[in-house]
């Protein structure tokens, strides 16, 4: 962890994360004042900032459309919220909740204390995300059995797992321009989210 705190912008990625948490509990306060015909068309605004985010990392995005994509997600987070509180209840939502800060922690520590420099995943990781978000679009627009969408979901946390501690081990060993500060902490922010999404997902699953 010594290592890890001598690390260059270390501090600055910490820092713009909690600030996109803040952004997020803004945005799922918002969504709790904006009617449902709405969450449409900011959904897909915030679907094609993340696959810009994630595809295209040729291009310098402007702080303000990275900083956009929390807020988005939390007013996205309130509604998907609502759904699987709904189905699962209050205390198992926050308890999956709980596990993912917990789980989320424990990749960190991970990650950063890992002495080899695992740098060069990125690539099959690249590859893994694009498989996971083409077969995500077959369960979206073809009936598939829920048995997939389980494996799926379970794939899906295991991806975001290894990305997490593949993301800490690069600030690790100082793989982390500069100018690539906001970018990695919208990763770490986006690690987490889809684990937790796909832990409910994997809840609802054992719940019905």
Not at 68 to 90: A, C, K
Not at 98 to 127: E, Q, R
Not at 134 to 140: A, D, K, L, N, W
């Amino acid at each position: 962890m010594a290592h890890f705190a001598r690390s260059p912008n270390t501090r600055l990625i910490l820092q713009h994360l909690a600030c996109m948490w803040v952004l997020t509990v803004i945005g799922v306060f918002l969504g709790t004042l904006l009617p449902p015909w709405i969450v449409l068309p900011l959904s897909i605004i915030c679907f094609t900032l993340l696959i810009v985010t994630y595809f295209v990392r040729t291009i310098k995005l402007a702080n303000a459309i990275l900083y956009s994509i929390p807020f988005l997600m939390g007013i996205m987070l309130f509604w998907v919220t609502q759904f699987f509180i709904h189905f699962l209840g209050v205390v198992l939502v926050l308890s999956v909740f709980i596990a993912t800060v917990i789980i989320f922690i424990l990749l960190a520590v991970l990650g950063l204390t890992l002495k080899a420099d695992i740098s060069n995943w990125g690539t099959y990781l690249f590859v893994t995300l694009i498989v996971v978000v083409v077969f995500s679009f077959i369960g979206i627009f073809i009936p598939v059995e829920s048995m997939f969408l389980l494996v799926l979901s379970a794939i899906c946390v295991l991806l975001f797992a290894i990305y997490t501690v593949y993301d800490f081990n690069l600030i690790r060993h100082n793989h982390v321009r500069e100018d690539e500060v906001i970018r990695m902490a919208l990763g770490l922010f986006l690690n987490f989210i889809n684990m937790f999404i796909n832990l409910l997902e994997i809840a609802a699953y054992f719940k019905n």
